[in-house]
């Protein structure tokens, strides 16, 4: 029997030569399934260093190789691109993750095609494997994904070429109340995110040339037929090779719940600063100019708001003494707070109101402000006037008073009980305590004089001195003064209080 005549080795050197200096990787294989050559390329793709690293054949490949799906499923020993090439199957752009068992820090993207090279009998003459490094790629998408996918910003992402949502991310499930099956695979059409935009025309031709969309207010139709305002961007990207448009959304609800209440909040306020029955006024803290005051202010002073809105506070003649409102000013200032302090107003007629001016420092439309009441008390401090001008009168003889309609008469004029202020009382003499306290019971100098075995040009100079230290310039404003510190009578600085000379 005649020996079988040998198969001849193919000869692939011209091919290796062409081959060698390819950017991307090619791994030959016999069609017995050994690996019979590797470009450079190949070999750095695996991180071998040889031809013999990657394994004499398919089977000792698997052995040093783990090849997994993007999705980290690992491939049976069938699936791997080296067996379908051996198992005569064409395909393209198969990409894999390739891990080393000997190095677990190696990890590469692989996207294979396959090329059989057959003879002229058309039988398989060698297997190609050519790959591409994707390895730079595929970990910026991944990156990419996991940033979409963890941001809280609401965004979709569109494919340009039949306008269909292929990415939705939390943050736009979370705004809109939608399923990520409800988004997936759905149109622009179908669900529009430039739905009402300000300029939506020139959004639309944006997106269909696949250029930047500037931002722009637009509603978002929810699931329930209820519409959400939201401000939308686009902005091109490549995904997968595809073009492809990236939304972004702000959520407007919760601005809009802010402007809605502080509109609110503005309109209760203009309305009881309007309405309300006290002169009140609204003007900027840094140069005291009048931007608005309320009816009862316009009614109390004459002026009008237009005449006195936007003008500097000092240039205005209605303060009776500049000085005074300097000082109000400069108190403002110093604390944010006024309260009580009484300042005279000048009204357009000339007339001169006296009044209690309370103000308050805020800030309106980020812009320092003060609000300012002013309550009228011209009749309260005449009727006080008129008071004391009685009480003054009739103590000229008050030896037919008792002393209880003396007190009730001193206790008009007196406001809440104020606590006694020692510094001021500590600097009356004893003697003049004294004849203070028999002043408060009604004595006039006279019985004073003849109580104190003293002359009554002496018991005068006394009053002269209390007058002067108390700076009042009647009996009666002294008499009050020293109802006010709680003295009643001569004798709460001198122990038990004597009796009258002369009691009722």
Request: hydrophobic share 40%; aromatic share 6%.
């Amino acid at each position: 029997m005649d020996d079988p005549i040998p198969v001849p080795k193919t000869d692939r050197h011209h091919l290796q030569q062409i081959i060698a200096g390819l950017s991307e990787g090619v791994l030959l294989l016999d069609p017995d399934g050994s690996i019979a050559w590797a470009n450079e390329t190949a070999l750095e793709m695996h991180g071998a260093q040889e031809l013999a690293d990657l394994g004499t054949n398919a089977a000792a490949y698997r052995k040093r190789y783990i090849l997994r799906y993007r999705n980290r499923h690992p491939l049976r020993p069938r699936q791997y691109p080296m067996a379908r090439v051996l198992a005569q199957e064409e395909f393209t752009d198969v990409v894999v993750e390739v891990e080393s068992r000997a190095d677990p820090d190696f990890r590469r993207v692989h996207q294979v095609r396959s090329l059989i090279l057959r003879n002229a009998a058309e039988e398989p003459e060698s297997l190609v494997l050519v790959m591409k490094d994707s390895t730079e790629r595929y970990d910026a998408e991944e990156r990419f994904e996991k940033a979409f996918s963890a941001n809280p910003a609401p965004a979709l992402i569109c494919r340009l070429s039949d306008l269909r949502y292929v990415k939705v991310n939390q943050g736009f499930l979370e705004m809109t109340g939608y399923a990520r099956d409800d988004i997936l695979g759905r149109s622009t059409y179908e669900l529009d995110v430039l739905e009402n935009a300000a300029n939506r025309e020139q959004a639309i031709a944006a997106l269909n040339a696949g250029a930047t969309i500037g931002q722009t207010e637009a509603t978002i139709r929810l699931p329930g037929g209820a519409s959400k305002f939201v401000v939308v961007a686009g902005q091109p990207m490549d995904m997968g090779e595809e073009a492809c448009m990236l939304f972004t959304f702000i959520d407007l609800e919760p601005r809009k719940k802010i402007e809605d209440s502080l509109r609110q909040t503005e309109e209760r306020f203009s309305k009881a600063f309007r309405l309300a029955p006290v002169p009140m006024a609204l003007g900027s803290l840094d140069e005291f100019e009048f931007m608005e005051v309320n009816d009862a202010f316009a009614q109390a002073t004459g002026y009008a708001a237009q005449d006195i809105v936007g003008r500097p506070s000092v240039d205005l003649p209605i303060w009776a003494d500049p000085q005074a409102h300097h000082r109000m000013q400069a108190l403002l200032e110093q604390t944010g707070s006024i309260r009580s302090h009484e300042i005279q107003l000048r009204a357009k007629d000339g007339a001169v109101l006296d009044c209690l001016a309370s103000a308050e420092a805020m800030n309106i439309n980020d812009r320092p402000c003060v609000l300012s009441v002013f309550q009228d008390i011209t009749e309260r401090k005449r009727s006080e006037g008129e008071l004391i001008s009685a009480i003054e009168a009739v103590m000229q003889d008050t030896s037919w008073f008792s002393r209880s309609i003396i007190e009730k008469l001193a206790q008009i004029r007196r406001p809440p009980a104020k606590a006694v202020n020692t510094a001021e009382i500590e600097e009356l003499t004893a003697r003049e305590r004294e004849v203070l306290g028999l002043m408060c019971e009604g004595m006039d100098d006279q019985e004073i004089a003849d109580f104190l075995h003293l002359s009554r040009n002496t018991v005068r100079n006394h009053v002269a001195m209390l007058y002067n230290k108390l700076d009042v310039h009647r009996r009666g404003a002294a008499i009050v003064w020293a109802r006010e510190r709680g003295i009643t009578g001569h004798g709460w600085d001198l122990g038990p209080a004597h009796t009258k000379k002369n009691g009722a």
